[in-house]
């Protein structure tokens, strides 16, 4: 668990990770599709509290949909 990991529990948002890990979750991301002939591009990473919205958002959506 990432919160009981001294070498990253300090970390809290996006904005606090070095610029070179964000380039390594950018390439990741942009090449794990690649065997499958699809693209990914990323424009921009989300803030931890878009990040929130948008799971909180899901979450109601299958509720409503499928209960």
């Known amino acids: 668990m990432a919160t009981k990991d001294p070498s990253v529990n300090h970390?809290?948002?996006?904005?606090?990770?070095?610029?070179?890990?964000?380039?390594e979750l950018?390439?990741?991301?942009?090449?794990y599709k690649v065997l499958e002939n699809k693209e990914v591009k990323i424009d921009a990473f989300q803030s931890k509290s878009d990040a929130y919205r948008?799971?909180?958002?899901?979450?109601?959506?299958?509720?409503?949909?499928?209960?």
Do not use: C
């Open 11 to 23: 970390i809290s948002d996006i904005e606090e990770l070095p610029p070179h890990f964000i380039l």
């Open 26 to 31: 950018r390439n990741y991301f942009e090449q």
């Open 54 to 67: 948008i799971i909180t958002d899901a979450i109601a959506f299958y509720k409503q949909k499928f209960t």
